[in-house]
């Protein structure tokens, strides 16, 4: 499943990386599918980030069966183990990369709701400077 593009400063909290190490991959070409969006300014694949190893890799699809189930009943039970913890690892990781994606979303969020409260607070005491 292919996740949407970041905004850099989200791309970099994903990441935990500073927004500035972002703009100089982006700007030495290391995101081939960046793209600028004039509402949401650059735009990073998560695809890109995984290439470039910012972000844990997408677990690969298993082809064919797994050792364990090509023995039958008298599989080694050591592979049957090798497979059951592959799989566990393989969920870790997925949920760990949705969740560092949506960690970045809310940081994101958070950043927007902080500076419009900012910028409230200033209207706030502009209004109170008039009525003085």
Partial sequence: MERPPLPQRE??????VSLSTIRRHREAGRFPGAQ??????????VEDLR??????????????????ARGGAGADPVDQETD???KKVQRVLDRQSEH????AGHTAALDRLEKGQE???SLLRQLQDRER
């Fill in 36 to 45: 600028r969006d004039p509402a949401r300014g650059w735009l990073i694949p």
């Fill in 51 to 68: 290439a470039l190893l910012l972000l844990p890799p997408a677990p690969a699809p298993r082809e064919g069966k797994p050792p364990a």
């Fill in 100 to 103: 560092t994606i949506a960690l």
């Fill in 11 to 16: 791309a970099a909290a994903a990441c935990g």
């Fill in 84 to 86: 059951r913890m592959i």
């Fill in 119 to 121: 910028e409230l607070l």
